[in-house]
């Protein structure tokens, strides 16, 4: 069993940017999909952005797209999420999410994912 740590949460102004990191431990990263949601008080949680196991297929939700990156270190075992240009509904808690499966495209509902981590907060904030 994989477990997922996210960091990098903060308190940023609009216009600003993070990055958000998901280091793994218990198991190669590299047989994963991988997949941030987010969640903000009083809402479900929404899917974000997702990546195959080898790195070679994302998505997006479209709110995202231009704006967010998500990307894979398989030899550090870490999934990150580089957050540009961020909006004030860009705040919640975002969680990181596992799948173990090796095929071309990840998905984008929470049931896919069997492993989440605890989240960490962002607040886009003037």
């Known amino acids: 069993q994989v477990q997922l740590v996210e960091s990098g949460g903060g308190l940023v102004q609009p216009g600003g940017s993070l990055t958000l990191s998901c280091r793994a431990s218990?198991?190669?990263?590299?047989?994963?999909?991988m997949a941030w949601f987010r969640q903000a008080p009083g809402t479900e949680r929404d899917f974000v952005a997702a990546?195959?196991?080898?790195?070679?297929?994302?998505e997006y939700t479209d709110s995202v797209k231009g704006r967010f990156t998500i990307s894979r270190d398989n030899t550090n075992n870490t999934v990150y999420l580089q957050m540009n240009s961020l909006k004030f509904e860009d705040s919640a808690v975002y969680y990181c999410?596992?799948?173990?499966?090796?095929?071309?495209?990840?998905?984008?509902?929470?049931?896919?994912?069997?492993?989440w981590g605890q989240g960490t907060q962002v607040t886009v904030s003037s």
């Open positions: 999410a596992a799948r173990y499966t090796t095929t071309h495209h990840p998905g984008v509902l929470q049931w896919y994912y069997s492993t």
């Open positions: 218990g198991r190669a990263l590299s047989s994963y999909a």
């Open positions: 990546i195959s196991a080898s790195g070679g297929t994302t």
